[in-house]
Nanobody, 125 residues
Framework: QVQLVESGGGLVQAGDSLRLSCAVS????????VGWFRQAPGREREFVAA????????LMVDSVKGRFTISGDNTKNTAYLRMNSLKPEDTAVYYC??????????????????WGQGTQVTVSS
């Protein structure tokens, strides 16, 4: 079984930065694609970024390019989402997800088997 634990969320002001972490434990001997998704109140879950550090693949949604950076540390089995220049519209619960069947990266939630519990990010104006 694979477990994902997110951390790093919080309440910040517009323009501030946060770094979210997603620790993957369990069957970590396989190569995983890790994705970050977010869900704001009353809205559908949306893709933010994904990484497959074994295959050197990264994918990000256009709305966060230039502000967010996704990275991974395979020695720690942890993925990170560095968020700079945060905006109130970035307010959401952020979830990380992982799957070892994805050969590269994927923006589709349906492709990910394992999910974390989510971490709240609130950006005040």
């Amino acid at each position: 079984q694979v477990q994902l634990v997110e951390s790093g969320g919080g309440l910040v002001q517009a323009g501030d930065s946060l770094r979210l972490s997603c620790a993957v434990s369990g069957r970590t001997s396989s190569s995983y694609a890790v994705g970050w998704f977010r869900q704001a109140p009353g809205r559908e879950r949306e893709f933010v970024a994904a990484i497959n550090w074994f295959r050197a693949k990264v994918l990000m949604v256009d709305s966060v390019k230039g502000r967010f950076t996704i990275s991974g540390d395979n020695t720690k089995n942890t993925a990170y989402l560095r968020m700079n220049s945060l905006k109130p519209e970035d307010t959401a619960v952020y979830y990380c997800a992982a799957d070892r069947r994805i050969l590269g990266v994927s923006r589709y939630a349906r492709d990910y088997e394992y999910w974390g519990q989510g971490t709240q990010v609130t950006v005040s104006s």
